[in-house]
């Protein structure tokens, strides 16, 4: 051989794929698009991973058999397919989080702003967002109200057709010298002047009333949804960019829309323990809640969800006991798949080129993600990642190396080192996205396709 060989090749998916595939990867890029576009919150992500799973014949844990459904509390969900192994010889896990940095509507939140027409929702971000990202665009607000008596109610509006949507306003440039241009633009807008617009229309036999606006928004709200001031306190719901995901370029070879982080994952995990061809190993597919706030919370993989799932399939059979537990836990395989960040056509400079994911170049593989030192790092071995390598290039997963940003640039975790401390093997893969964070992320189709290649390819290999 030459010795050109010796060198790795880094090539776009689209030009090692052929003909059959790459309609095969926009296909199956349809269906991420049309669910990308619906599923805005971790409830209505896990309500579809309940539904997709179900009709594809799993069923709640409670039923027993060998494909089941775990869930916890309608905001993080198992999906689990038995395999020929026993549990407690372990499992491989793909662990995805379907919560996503939106604005949270605040506990007591509806107010009149006095003399200036309006009634605003107070808001609290949720996540690392650029908080100049989300003023003067339209917005929608999803989640659910639960009344004092336990009843459920969901709210869903702004992304229906003839809904109306809401915003919130920024400053005209005419007047931004001082409150806005000589500022960081971090402090540009600071975060209680994130409100929400509601109403503008004052309560017609209140028109001279305090909170006129405020009271006709209250009428509105309990004649659409039987709702009053106080329900607000037991409610969760979450203001996120109103419209669908879009194909992105000439050649449609990208989709933009909110949520990729880490809703790619989410959905390519999900299809992957469901399309999985009889495993050797038990398949797991977990997705969690909580992961842009420190996977903190019970739903959160700070949490003890993984293990309880773990512990959930030896009971089914009949091998529930602490030592196996542990020794299934330990000798457990995982990919965190999570989202990374692609090469910036604008921002090169924040990325080493040599171990930055290229957009379109495959899945990108992340042995360590955490900040300058490898802090708060899983770091994954290296006996683990050559299993990883190993069966992604025997079954046709074209993949990258890649690291979040040059050494000491910023940086950024997963849920790797949560799972790590189980004592399973972890690594992190999941695809690389432009504009990440922000409410138009932009993902490659060839990625999106070799993700969902990549996780099934682990659940299937032996
Ligand atoms: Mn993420
Ligand atoms: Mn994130």
């Given at each position: 051989m030459g010795y050109k060989e010796l060198k790795m090749e880094r090539k776009p998916v689209w030009d090692i794929i052929d003909e059959d595939e790459k309609q095969k990867a926009m296909e199956f890029a349809d269906s991420y698009r049309e669910f990308l576009s619906t599923h805005k919150t971790e409830r209505e992500v896990a309500e579809f991973a309940i539904e997709t799973a179900s009709k594809a014949g799993f069923k709640d844990i409670s039923s027993g058999g060998d494909r089941v459904i775990i869930v916890n509390r309608g905001k993080a969900v198992a999906i689990a397919r038995i395999g020929k192994r026993p549990v407690r010889d372990g499992v491989r896990i793909v662990a995805a989080h379907i919560d996503v940095p939106r604005i949270d509507v605040k506990q007591n939140p509806l107010y009149d702003s006095s003399k200036t027409g309006t009634a605003l929702f107070d808001l609290h971000y949720y996540g690392g967002i650029k908080k100049y990202q989300w003023v003067a665009r339209p917005l929608a607000i999803h989640g659910i109200v639960i009344k004092e008596d336990g009843r459920k109610i969901d709210i869903n509006i702004g992304d229906k057709p003839g809904d109306p949507v809401f915003t919130i306003e920024d400053l005209l440039p005419h007047l931004?010298?001082?409150?806005?241009?000589?500022?960081?633009i971090e402090e540009a807008i600071p975060g209680e002047k994130l409100d929400l617009i509601v109403g503008s229309i004052p309560l017609p036999d209140e028109k001279?009333?305090?909170e006129s606006i405020k009271l006709n928004v209250l009428k509105l709200l309990s004649e659409m949804y039987g709702i009053k001031e106080e329900d607000f306190i037991s409610a969760e719901l979450e203001v996120v960019p109103a419209g669908p995901a879009y194909d992105v370029g000439f050649d449609k070879s990208m989709i933009g829309g909110y949520g990729h982080d880490d809703r790619i994952c989410g959905y390519t995990s999900l299809m992957a323990v469901l399309d999985a061809a009889d495993t050797e190993w038990t398949a797991i597919t977990i997705l969690f809640d909580k992961e842009e706030i420190g996977?903190?919370?019970?739903?959160?993989?700070?949490?003890?969800f993984a293990e309880h799932v773990i512990a959930s399939l030896l009971d089914l059979q009949g091998e529930l006991n602490y030592k196996n537990l542990m020794t299934a836990l330990q000798k457990s395989q995982a990919i965190s798949a999570d989202v990374t960040a692609a090469i910036d056509p604008m921002w090169k400079e924040v990325h080493d080129p040599k171990n930055a994911a290229i957009l379109g170049y495959g899945l990108p593989i992340m042995k360590y993600t955490g900040h300058g030192g490898k802090y708060g790092a899983n770091d994954a071995h290296a006996e683990f990642v050559s299993l990883i390598r190993r069966i992604f290039n025997q079954n046709g997963v074209v993949w990258q190396p890649a690291g979040l940003g040059k050494v000491d640039e910023g940086g950024g975790g997963t849920v790797a080192k949560y799972l790590s401390k189980f004592g399973m093997d972890v690594i992190d893969a999941g695809p690389a996205l432009l504009s990440m964070h922000s409410p138009f992320e932009i993902a490659s189709k060839a990625d999106l396709w070799m993700a969902y290649k990549g996780y099934r390819a682990f659940f299937e290999a032996k």
């Open positions: 931004s010298r001082k409150a806005q241009y000589g500022k960081k001279d009333a305090k996977s903190d919370g019970n739903t959160g993989a700070q949490s003890r």
